[in-house]
């Protein structure tokens, strides 16, 4: 069987923890903030861990 290749768009959008969670940034946190609220703003840092059926197809691609 072939070696497959990792998806490189995931690859440097996903990162995957010690314990084996994905993990991705949130969305919508980087222009147009004038008009979002410092709560919501604040809500966009860090990271956002992924689970279910999106975890499992993106360690696929992931080759993890």
């Keep these: ?3 497959l290749k ?3 768009g995931t690859k440097k959008r ?3 923890t010690k314990t084996g969670k994905l993990q991705r940034r ?3 946190g980087n ?3 004038e008009k979002k609220s410092g709560s919501r703003k604040r809500k966009f840092a860090g ?3 992924l689970a279910g059926k999106q975890a499992r197809n993106l360690k696929r691609k992931l080759g993890v």
């Design 47 to 49: 990271m956002e861990s």
């Design 26 to 28: 949130h969305a919508s």
């Design 1 to 3: 069987m072939p070696k």
């Design 14 to 16: 996903v990162s995957v």
């Design 6 to 8: 990792t998806h490189s």
């Design 31 to 33: 222009h147009f903030l």
